[in-house]
Nanobody
Framework: QVQLVEFGGGSVQPGGSLRLSCEIS????????IGWFRQAPGKEREGVAC????????NYADSAKGRFTVSRDAATRTVYLQMNSLKPTDTAVYYC???????????????????WGQGTQVTVNS
């Protein structure tokens, strides 16, 4: 059974950094797309960044460009989201998700992703 588990959420002051991890287990396909999404209270779920398992193509939402970096460790099937220069508007529950045989580019649609983690809360405030 495919499982995605996120780690690394927490509270941080504006300008601070957090690194989220997403561990993916029992996924037998060699190629898939891992996306990071977030959802703030009262708002729709939005895509933040994505990465392919191979060759590691990445894509970022405009809100994440220059501040967030997505990476993966193929050996451990772990995907990371390094978030720097955090702002209060980054406060949300962050989810990792998998899209099988998809692509990483352009606008991210959460409906394309069929497997989801439970989410981890990120709070940015002073």
């Amino acid at each position: 059974q495919v499982q995605l588990v996120e780690f690394g959420g927490g509270s941080v002051q504006p300008g601070g950094s957090l690194r989220l991890s997403c561990e993916i287990s029992d996924f037998r396909l060699g190629y898939y797309v891992i996306g990071w999404f977030r959802q703030a209270p009262g708002k729709e779920r939005e895509g933040v960044a994505c990465i392919t398992t191979t060759p590691g193509n990445t894509n970022y939402a405009d809100s994440a460009k220059g501040r967030f970096t997505v990476s993966r460790d193929a050996a451990t099937r772990t995907v990371y989201l390094q978030m720097n220069s955090l702002k209060p508007t980054d406060t949300a529950v962050y989810y990792c998700a998998v899209w099988t045989l998809g692509y990483c580019g352009g606008a991210m649609n959460h409906l394309d992703y069929g497997y989801w983690g439970q989410g981890t809360q990120v709070t940015v405030n002073s």
